[in-house]
Each structure stands twice: as structure tokens, then as C-alpha cells.
């Protein structure tokens, strides 16, 4: 996917409307809006945060929206945290695809742009780390842990809590984790969102824009404007509809081909989440299906019976 800045939406709206007047500050605030609509997983940033755990707590990174996943860092120690907490160069290198990388020093937390898929993948992910579920009981929220936490987990589970200032609750005391989640694309230089370059995402922000100033204007009492509203808003709609279905939809014979595979299995599949979804779009392994397997194996039984 590749993105935009706000200045292209502004300088298209520009040039469909000539002479109109229009507040800047206005304009990006409706843009943002428009976003918030239009938005669906394919067009948020995937990274990956590492944030230690202490008192049973810690906070969520800024601009959070949805946690993919959130792994415990196994080697973590409190005696080394330096040591624990820094990633060894080649596993830098094997997640972010360079080829050469320092270790990142210790700090309480850390926030790295890599794709989840990547980090899922890489083999520091599966040597280190483990699966923290989500906890679905009532008594894990209330829990106080001060000497020795009363709440018998089992496997690591967390929680998040709070109302205005959320934090992550978990079942362990201390400790590392890794954050997979997703968060708007900014812009770094302005801290503006970016836009998708795709011709409805485009479309549908430049009509939520005339929707919202013909709004403005019937609001104010000028003729004409509320069939501009209604004609906009319809447009808006539209295209707004058309960018999230195309977002959603398989791209390549790759991803269908995933889709394919991924939905036919005569055994289920359960523990798809603990194995980190790495063989998701990957065909089922049947023995009855491959006939030099079944061959082979009908020739070992026949010499094990002789």
C-alpha cells in the first residue's frame, strides 16, 4: 500500500472547486474524520513494541488501536535485564530483512516498525517468546498484586484496564513483552495522517469534505446547498463503500490461493495460535492424498507383516 499526504487531498479539492473558501485546520480535521470511517486493518501500520512488566501492569504505546497478538519474553530475568531485554543483532537482521544491525540497547520500552508477519516469523520470536491469551474470567480484572499475586492463571493471560489513562494488566508479576498491534500512518515530518493512494479512499475524503461545507453553508441559511449536501453525501457513501471493499478483497493468485488452503482441512486445525499462524495459508499434509506416500507406506506394513 502506498500513501499520501493531506496536501494532495487539498490541492485536489482545490482544483474541483475553484474560489471556495476553505479553513486549512478545518479541511485536515475533516480529512482525519473521513479516515476514521474509511478505516480497516489494510490500511494501518503494523509494529511491534517491546514494554516491560512491572507490578503486574504496563502501559500501552501511544497511538494504539488494535492488539494483534502479545508474546512473553522468556529469557527476560531481572537480574540482567540489559542483557535479556537487548535483541542480538542477527535477529535483528533476520526480522527487518538487513544486513547488518548493532543490538539495541536496554530500555524499558521500545517501539520498532516491523511488520507482524516478520516477527512472527523470525526465529528469535519462536526461540524466545510465548503466546500471552486473553484473559475471559471476571476475577483476573480485580486482581491486587503487592507480595504474591492471588490469581492462578496457568498460562500467561493479560487484560487491559483503566478508563482514561489503559494499561495492560497481566497474570505475571514481571517480565518482558512483545506488543504486536496496529496504529494510524503519520507523517512524520507534519504529524498528519497519510492518506492511501487509491482512487476511492481519494474520491471518498474529497466528497466528505464538499459534504461537510455544503452542510456548513444550508446550516447557515444559503439556498441551493442542501442538494449539494444530499449529492455529496451520496457520493461520499459510495466511494467510501467501494475503498473499504476493495481494501478487504485478495489482491494476487497468492492471496487467494491462502484463502483456498486455509479453509479446507479435514482435521481442524486448534493450536494455530499457539504455532504463531505461520502455516495459516499452507495446504493440509494427507497421507491419503499423496499415492507414493500411501504406496510406501502400504510396502512397510506388507514387510513388517512378512
Known amino acids: 500500500m502506498e500513501y499520501t499526504t493531506v496536501d494532495r487531498i487539498l490541492s485536489k479539492f482545490h482544483r474541483d472547486l475553484r474560489g471556495t473558501d476553505i479553513n486549512e485546520s478545518d479541511a485536515i480535521e475533516w480529512i482525519g474524520e473521513a479516515l476514521e470511517f474509511l478505516k480497516v486493518p489494510q490500511i494501518q501500520e503494523q509494529a511491534v513494541a517491546f514494554i516491560e512488566v512491572q507490578n503486574n501492569e504496563a502501559y500501552l504505546p501511544a497511538g494504539l488501536h488494535l492488539v494483534l497478538q502479545i508474546a512473553r519474553n522468556n529469557d527476560w530475568t ?16 533476520e526480522i527487518t530483512q ?20 516478520n516477527w512472527t516469523t523470525s526465529g528469535y520470536y ?21 507480595e504474591k499475586c492471588a490469581y492462578e492463571a496457568g498460562p500467561d493471560e493479560y487484560t487491559i484496564v483503566g478508563v482514561v489513562n489503559k494499561k495492560l494488566r497481566f497474570s505475571f508479576e514481571e517480565g518482558q513483552v512483545a506488543l504486536a498491534y496496529l496504529k494510524n500512518v503519520i507523517d512524520e515530518e507534519t504529524g498528519y495522517p497519510l492518506i492511501p493512494d487509491n482512487v476511492s479512499y481519494m474520491n471518498a475524503i474529497t466528497y466528505y469534505i464538499k459534504w461537510k461545507i455544503a452542510q456548513r453553508m444550508e446550516w447557515s441559511g444559503r ?80 514387510n513388517i507383516n512378512m
Open 126 to 146: 519462536k526461540r524466545s517468546y510465548t503466546p500471552v491469551r486473553l484473559a475471559n474470567n471476571t476475577l483476573f480484572n480485580s486482581i491486587v498484586c503487592k
Open 223 to 302: 439556498e441551493g446547498y442542501g442538494r449539494l449536501a444530499q449529492d455529496s453525501e451520496r457520493l461520499w457513501l459510495k466511494y467510501a463503500k467501494q475503498g473499504k471493499n476493495y481494501m478487504k478483497m485478495p489482491k494476487t493468485l497468492d492471496d487467494y490461493q491462502d484463502l483456498l488452503e486455509e479453509s479446507h482441512h479435514l482435521i481442524p486445525k486448534h493450536k494455530r495460535y499457539y504455532n504463531y499462524f505461520g502455516n495459516l495459508g499452507r495446504a493440509e499434509d494427507r497421507n491419503f492424498n499423496d499415492p507414493d506416500r500411501r504406496n510406501n507406506n502400504i510396502g512397510f506394513n506388507l
Open 98 to 117: 538487513v544486513e547488518e544491525c548493532n543490538p539495541i540497547p536496554y530500555k524499558p520500552y521500545f517501539d520498532m516498525q516491523w511488520q507482524y508477519f
Open 78 to 93: 531481572p537480574d540482567e535485564e540489559e542483557e535479556s531485554l537487548a535483541i542480538p543483532a542477527e535477529d535483528v537482521a
